[in-house]
């Protein structure tokens, strides 16, 4: 969401500030170095036309660059429905691949299946979407900065996914609604972290052949 919003990709301009300010602390250090050495007469000749013409020659260099990245860097820079594909179709790869088996690995289970079912069933489409996230460097950059920064979010995806499916276990078991079942702590203890990862790792052709991944697929396909 953040990728859409274009949020994501303020990160870079933090790094050129970072930048920025470590350049031009370094000029001043060498200006007050210079400085120094010119009034202890320390200093050799000066060449100050030189100088000088480096100075000038700097912002033209600057602007010359920026328009240099703006012509080869954003030629194919993506829509905004580009956008909005690729961030739900990356973020989507990444919950049922690296997200999935790290939510597991904190719980103590490797997954054997799921993971690698998904990348070569769904290796087309994978494919594809890495392709287009290579149109556009720094919205790539933008999506991978979002994931790291929103881990503990995906942790609560499938924190709640495991509580849904006690509740629909619940619902079965009692005639009510999921939706009207007031969650309580012990419900935890009826399926575990592990036997969730356990059964995950055994659901996937289930999955499949529900539909859960049709969304995905027709996403991708608009990427054209």
């Known amino acids: 969401m953040r990728a859409e919003s274009g949020q994501a990709s303020g990160s870079g301009l933090w790094w050129l500030l970072i930048w920025w ?19 202890h007469n320390l200093a050799g ?14 912002p033209v260099v600057l602007i010359a660059s920026f328009m240099a990245y703006n012509i080869f860097m954003y030629k194919s820079s993506l829509t905004d429905e580009q956008r909005k594909a690729l961030a739900f179709s990356y973020g989507f790869i990444s ?3 690296d997200g ?14 799921f993971p690698e079912q998904f990348r070569q069933t769904y290796a087309d489409e994978i494919t594809k979407v890495n392709d287009w996230l290579e149109k556009d460097e720094i919205f790539k950059s933008g999506m991978e900065a979002s994931l790291q920064e929103n881990k503990e ?3 609560e995806v499938f924190e709640n996914g495991r509580k849904d499916l006690i509740r629909l276990t619940i619902a079965e078991e009692t005639g009510e609604k999921p939706e009207n079942l007031v969650w309580k702590t012990e419900y935890d203890r009826m399926i575990s972290p592990v036997e969730y990862c356990k059964l995950m790792d055994e659901s996937f052709e289930i999955m499949n052949s529900t539909g859960f991944f049709d969304n995905f697929v027709e996403t991708v396909k608009t990427l054209q």
């Open 100 to 113: 999935v088996i790290n939510y597991c690995l904190g719980s103590g289970v490797e997954l054997q299946k």
């Open 21 to 39: 300010l470590v350049i031009v602390g370094a000029t001043l250090t060498a200006f007050r170095i210079e400085n120094y050495r010119h009034k």
């Open 95 to 97: 919950r049922n691949t």
């Open 153 to 155: 979010m995906l942790y």
């Open 45 to 58: 000749r000066g060449h100050y036309v030189k100088d000088t013409l480096i100075a000038l020659a700097f």
